[in-house]
């Protein structure tokens, strides 16, 4: 082969390289849901299902696996098991891409680790909740810095002694500067938050709710001004917001019957309630007001989550069994107003615990197609040169939007890795051109780490739209 013909060869492998690396999400299989099921082995393992309805699974420990939890990317799940047998149960990940399991604690941070929740994007920390963290009274809430080396487990909520009794059902604050957690150090259980910042984990320590009956199941608006709760204040359990300085305390359902587990959107709270004598699936403004029941089925419908983009619902029924709907669980989703209602799982195994892919819906994928479609590019929807390009440090990707969409930056390295991830949010149609509206970059990646010099490829995801242009970063 000559000189000339191996060039041309090579340059031939570098286009079908980037032509792979780039090719739009929505002709690849994207995971929609992660759940639990014990359909295969008697135990309980994470389950996958994407976006043409396929079902996969992830885990094979032949042991009991649970609280399955996303990072903020997509790439990750994070879960605990107990494949040392008994209540010692150790944190693992699992990437999505690979497959690839990696055991975190290995058996020695105590025993029961539980409910391992992410910090928001760009933050590689993890609370979790266990009676063994070293320094604790009973259940305690501590952070786990993956960026540490050794890995250490770090008492948050008892850390100066603060907190005896239990500390449990930690949430990060939309910005990832605190946490709320439900505290019993006081004799019953309130809602408190703790500082989380880098040079004060779980300083400044403060009561928000204050009642004999108790205040459980701490969650942020997402705004991070305010927390929903849940009380038996009236006698049966409602739920109630506050702000987070412990004000403006409102009591947003009130019926002679259960309204529990709230997750809350920027336009809608969606909750389960006992009202029409058995648990269906209800949403209402975020002042309490408008009620709507979405579900109507004997079966009990509950545990609702919203999709990232806040239009679609994914529930827990036990409608779908024949002999005995007491027993079965499966998992559906809905529209936000209760129509296009779906079965996910439909197997006669019990399957719960469902959560959203976070980056699921940056492909406009609907879940169950026959076909993928392929989707042409939003009309005048442009990605546009980065600047300063070449740029040391810092530089601006900026871009156009035709209407309205969700909008995401990826930044990869040349070997296609994800190096960083900027979730924007929806924006309407404009120029968003200036400094202080396109996308800025530091020059760091998600772990908060400078990156070398070299060749970098941006994305832009806009609903329907992907685009990728090239920067270099010469230091």
């Known amino acids: 082969m000559s000189k000339k013909s191996a060039m041309t060869f090579g340059n031939f492998l570098v286009f079908v390289f980037l032509v792979l690396l780039f090719v739009h999400p929505i002709l690849a299989k994207v995971p929609m849901i992660s759940f639990l099921s014990d359909r295969s082995s008697g135990d309980t393992e994470v389950f996958l299902v994407y976006n043409d309805g396929q079902v996969e699974k992830l885990t094979k420990h032949k042991a ?22 008994g209540e010692l149960f150790d944190l693992f990940t699992m990437n999505i891409e690979t497959k690839k399991h990696t055991d975190l604690t290995k058996g020695g941070f105590g025993n029961n680790l539980q409910k391992p929740r992410w910090a928001p994007k760009g933050d590689a920390r993890i609370i979790i909740e266990s009676p063994g963290i070293a320094g604790g009274d009973n259940w305690d809430i501590g952070v786990l810095d993956l960026t540490r080396k050794p890995l250490a487990l770090l008492n948050v909520t008892n850390a100066e002694k603060e907190g005896k009794g239990q500390d449990q059902e930690g949430s990060w604050s939309p910005d990832g500067t605190m946490i709320a957690f439900q505290s019993e150090r006081l004799g019953n259980f309130d809602i408190f938050i703790a500082d989380m910042g880098a040079k004060n984990i779980g300083g400044n320590q403060r009561r928000v709710t204050k009642h004999a009956a108790g205040d459980l199941n701490p969650r942020w608006s997402p705004d991070g001004t305010k ?20 004000n403006n305390l409102k009591q947003l359902t009130n019926n002679d019957a259960t309204d529990r587990n709230a997750d809350w959107v920027k336009n809608g709270i969606v909750f389960e309630s006992k009202r029409d004598g058995n648990f269906e699936i209800y949403r209402m403004n975020p002042d309490g007001s408008n009620q709507i029941n979405l579900t109507n089925d004997p079966g009990n419908d509950g545990k609702p989550l919203w999709s990232p983009n806040g239009k679609k619902i994914l529930f827990s029924t036990r409608r779908d069994d024949d002999h005995d709907w007491r027993k ?29 892919n976070p980056v699921y819906f940056l492909y406009s994928v609907e879940p169950q197609q026959k076909q993928l479609t392929t989707l042409g590019k939003v009309k005048r929807t442009r990605l546009l040169q980065n600047y300063p390009n070449p740029f040391n440090p810092e530089t ?57 010099s070299g060749t970098y490829f941006y994305e832009l995801l806009a609903d329907k739209s992907s685009q990728t242009r090239r920067m270099v970063l010469v230091k």
């Open 396 to 452: 601006w990707m900026p871009y156009y939007l035709a209407e309205e969409a969700v909008v995401a930056v990826r930044i990869y390295n040349v070997k296609g890795e994800l190096i960083q991830s900027f979730d924007i949010g929806k924006q309407l149609a404009g120029a968003y051109m200036a400094r202080g509206e396109a996308v800025y970059w530091d020059g760091r990646n998600n772990l908060n780490q400078p990156v070398s």
């Open 227 to 246: 927390i929903l709760f849940e009380s038996k204040r009236d006698g049966d359990v409602e739920i109630f917001v506050i702000d987070i300085d412990g």
């Open 328 to 356: 079965n669980r499966e998992l559906y989703i809905m529209n936000a107003d209760g129509s296009n209602m779906k079965n996910l799982t439909n197997h006669k195994a019990t399957d719960t615990f469902g959560r959203w």
């Open 64 to 85: 009991r696996t649970v609280d399955p939890t996303w990072s903020p990317d997509g790439k990750t799940l994070i879960y605990t098991t107990n494949v040392r047998k």
